[in-house]
């Protein structure tokens, strides 16, 4: 019964084809067009959010690898110029030191993205194995994996990672990328888990299994592959959340204070008194970074998820 | 009912492991950190402030860290964190009872209006999409939402406190007053508290805002919404009590999870303000590698965060009459 009316669906299906290459070519032709516009549509870059959000991205990245090649000044050593406004000299003057600011931004953009980068890697790298784990496997690990994911995400991240991070011996970059990305990773866990639940049961999968192939490649050749877009977004969401949990803890002194960064220009500018000693060139331009550095990552996150989820789409274009 | 049950032992798990956490944390560090903190103070601070760190972490008796364990939460259920370091003799329980007050307005009072204004903002925005309130107001908040906490206090404070004058540059309340439920101190506690506030609600709406406009979008393609329409209510009866209403839902969840990252940038503000709650507190326990303190004031945080957002899951039963019928 099932053969007899797949074969009939075939039948149709071919006087269709034959009904088309009887049709004008034209028709073909536009089609295509369609088609290919459809997906220029869809593609990444005609978004104009992730266009501005990848653009400010790459300016900052750019900016890490190529501006210490070009600024020669050392951005820690002193100077006689102590607390001078932005000047022709000091583009966003000095410290009370006497360090040039621009100099030290741009070193810091290194350091900054360095650690935001590392612990995105890491803790999306942990959400993918515990979340398409939990996933995939259902039953009673989900369920425990599942209490882990909901656990972290209640439990106040800055208040335990300033914990973590006061307990570790040695003080730097390294140990407080660790340390995010220990408390950094539920988040993307929670939303693949979803995901990988509602995949787990679809045709490819099954097809997948009923080919032998071992449950590893299953989870992280067949179903990885087709969530990349959710990976996507909870590496960039990771990032933003990595640069402001190290920034913050770099303010409270809990990093390498020795080291040039953006966290811990604000650090020594707040514990020199820079704002009541009316010293704002020290402090806006590294928050500014900050901010510029994290809104771009926003907008491409939010023009990911515009790509995803139509609707939002629309109501974009107005 | 039972829904609420369930959350509720699930937060009781929750808080079983951040207190276990925080048992374990200090033992399972490389190098043994308590022991080189005793190194370092000896002699520069009070001997019984080491003895008393001694003893809190084991490092005197030689017991099993089971017996550590039961002897740690047994303190615990007597309400002993311990004792500070920084702020010796005092017990870490003094001292964050002095900051948790002032958190704990300062905290909800901001976290609710930025709950409001943000939901609000979007449920307009969503209504508004592709105007220009909606066109301007995604990216600006977007932005303002990437912009450090801590930050954009500085810069607040530098503007409308060192530059203008219009609000004090630090401190919870005028010194010159006796604090009381006196007219004049609770005026001053709140014309000291706008400046703080006024930062969190701006850096944490836009979560808010855009997590409601997303949602809106949602219902508003609904067919219950394009009958109301058609039956000629009032737009704004639509928009709230239609859209809005069942858009809400989602938002509340994102309330309660977004509630321990608001905290945590509020920590950060107190720091910048000289606001003498908890995060001021936390510096001064960083500062002097005060364990004992820092613990507590995660373990407090962790509790806060817990019970509000308990308190989000009891406002979801409210709202959502399928949870309360779910059997």
């Known amino acids: 019964m099932a053969i007899k009316q797949r074969d009939a669906q075939a039948s149709f299906q071919g006087q269709q084809g034959v009904g088309a290459l009887r049709a004008d070519e034209g028709i073909r032709a536009e089609l295509l067009r369609r088609l290919a516009k459809r997906r220029a549509n869809l593609s990444l870059f005609r978004s104009v959010k992730i266009r501005i959000g990848l653009g400010i991205l790459g300016f900052f990245v750019l900016l890490a690898i190529f501006g210490p090649v070009f600024v020669h000044q050392d951005p820690q050593a002193f100077s006689s110029d102590v607390l001078s406004p932005p000047s022709a000299a000091h583009w966003m003057g000095t410290t009370q030191t006497g360090q040039d600011v621009f100099a030290q931004v741009i070193d810091g953009t290194r350091m900054t993205l360095l650690v935001g980068f590392a612990v995105g890697a890491l803790a999306t790298f942990l959400s993918v194995v515990i979340g398409l784990t939990a996933g995939y496997f259902g039953g009673v690990v989900d369920e425990l994996i599942s209490l882990v994911i909901n656990v972290f995400l209640v439990i106040p991240a800055l208040p335990l990672t300033i914990v973590l991070a006061g307990y570790i011996p040695v003080r730097g970059p390294l140990p407080v990328a660790v340390v995010i990305s220990l408390t950094g990773w539920a988040w993307g866990a929670r939303v693949l888990r979803a995901q990988t639940m509602s995949l787990r049961k679809r045709e490819f999968v099954e097809a997948a299994r009923a080919s032998g192939e071992s449950t590893f490649r299953i989870i992280f050749a067949e179903i990885l592959t087709n969530e990349l877009a959710i990976v996507a977004s909870s590496l960039i969401f990771t990032i933003i959340y990595a640069i402001f949990s190290e920034v913050g803890l770099e303010f409270l002194g809990l990093s390498d204070v020795t080291v040039t960064s953006w966290g811990n220009m604000l650090f020594w500018a707040t514990n020199n008194q820079a704002l009541l000693l009316g010293a704002w060139w020290w402090i806006v331009p590294p928050g500014l970074c900050i901010a510029l550095l994290g809104a771009g990552l926003a907008f491409t996150n939010n023009g990911i998820d515009e790509l995803t989820n139509p609707r939002l789409r629309d109501a974009s274009r107005g | 009912m039972q829904f609420l049950l369930r959350r509720l032992v699930f937060y009781l798990v929750a808080l079983w492991a951040a207190i276990s956490l925080n048992f374990l944390i200090p033992r399972l560090m490389p190098g043994d950190p308590v022991l080189l903190l005793v190194a370092r103070l000896q002699g520069q601070v009070d001997p019984r402030a080491i003895a008393a760190l001694r003893l809190q972490f084991g490092l005197n008796a030689n017991s ?264």
């Not at chain 2, 920084?86 to 009872?97: C, D, T």
């Not at chain 2, 009381?180 to 001053?188: A, K, N, R, V």
């Not at chain 2, 509020?266 to 001064?284: C, N």
């Open chain 2, 64 to 327: 099993s860290m089971w017996s550590q364990y039961v002897n740690y939460l047994s303190n615990l259920l007597h309400g002993d964190l311990g004792t500070s370091i920084a702020y010796f003799p005092s017990s870490v329980a003094e001292v964050i009872g002095l900051g948790l007050k002032w958190t704990m307005i300062l905290v909800g009072v901001s976290a609710i209006l930025s709950f409001f204004i943000g939901t609000l903002l979007g449920t307009i925005a969503a209504w508004r999409r592709g105007s220009w309130f909606d066109t301007t107001l995604s990216p600006l908040l977007t932005f303002f939402s990437a912009i450090p906490y801590f930050w954009l206090a500085l810069i607040v404070l530098y503007i409308l406190g060192f530059l203008l004058k219009w609000f004090p540059l630090t401190g919870a309340y005028s010194l010159d007053l006796e604090p009381g439920f006196s007219g004049p101190f609770i005026l001053s506690a709140i014309y000291h508290a706008i400046l703080p506030a006024a930062t969190i609600v701006i850096s944490s709406m836009a979560g808010w805002m855009l997590g409601m406009r997303n949602a809106m979008l949602t219902t508003l393609a609904e067919d219950y919404v394009l009958m109301a329409q058609a039956k000629g209510l009032s737009e704004r009866r639509v928009m709230i009590t239609y859209a809005a209403r069942n858009a809400i839902l989602p938002n509340i969840t994102g309330f309660a999870l977004s509630l321990g990252f608001v905290v945590g940038g509020a920590l950060l503000t107190e720091i910048v303000f000289s606001y003498p709650g908890l995060g001021y507190i936390l510096l001064q326990a960083v500062q002097s590698d005060d364990f004992p303190l820092m613990q507590g004031i995660f373990l407090m945080i962790a509790i806060a965060v817990l019970g509000a957002n308990f308190l989000a899951d009891v406002c979801y039963v409210v709202l959502d009459p399928r949870v309360r019928q779910e059997r």
